[in-house]
């Protein structure tokens, strides 16, 4: 059995909406799909069928400041409209299909960080319903979010840990898999004066945390590798985009979302044969 494995970054993403609106399209369904942050996040729609409805949200709603705006502080306590984005939306303006979701018989894996414990959690379950609050806690950036309670835990991020959960797919059993990345193949992280500033902001309450911002670097890296000798043992098919299309983690110019999201599903239309192999 195959896997699907996304890689977050706020909307940098948008690439993989494009590659999973490509294999819609293309009839192709994968049976177990993990990620972290908004790559596992954007994969409902995904696995609800719904060509295009990620789109369709930043195209309508990116720009809108109950989106994304410092005003949601004081309500949400976060930059991004938490009510809005999880509730309103689904809910009301882009209706998310539960129906066909919870009728997909494929594995969704969630990864999350556990806020006091540091540990990374994979949670194997689908749960869209009162808020996705499972969507926010693998998307609970540190600063950019406060941690999320779910199940009586407090989570952050998953890709504090785990950027690209490939090797824990490949432990669950999926011997290939298609890996959709959200940077640049020459791209190598390093450690930030921005990592340094949260992790001392976070150093009191959730020295874990804190621990893993100053250290994520090194796991990316090496992550990473370990996707690129997948892909040379003919173990995955990787996706990535170009820096001609590469956009930043808050990308706001639509025409540049847009395009990042064509490119995303040109990349995957492209390379189909060798996706649907991966399922022979």
Known sequence: MPALVLEGGTFRPTFSCGVMDALLDSGVEFEYVIGVSAGISNAVSYLSKQTGRNLVILQKYRNDKRYVGFRNIFTDKSIFGRKFIYETIPQELIPFDHDTFFSNPAKYVVGVTNAKTGEMEYLDRKDPVNGFKLLQATCALPIVFPPIIYEDKQYYDGGLVDSIPAKKALDD????????????????????????????????????????????????????????????????????????????????????????????????????????????
């Open 173 to 280: 059993g999926n011997e290939k898999m298609l890996i959709v990345l959200t940077r640049t193949k020459d791209y190598v992280k390093t450690e930030s004066k921005a990592y340094k500033v949260a992790a001392a902001i976070l150093k009191r309450k959730y020295p874990k945390i804190a621990e893993l911002i100053l250290t994520r670097h090194i796991r990316y890296n090496k992550e990473v590798e370990f996707c690129n000798q997948l892909e040379r043992e003919g173990k995955a098919v990787i996706l990535r985009p170009s820096e001609e299309v590469q956009i930043s983690s808050f990308e706001s110019d639509m025409q540049k979302l847009e395009r990042i999201y064509k490119y995303g599903y040109d990349v995957a239309m492209e390379n189909m044969e060798q996706i649907k192999a991966l399922f022979n």
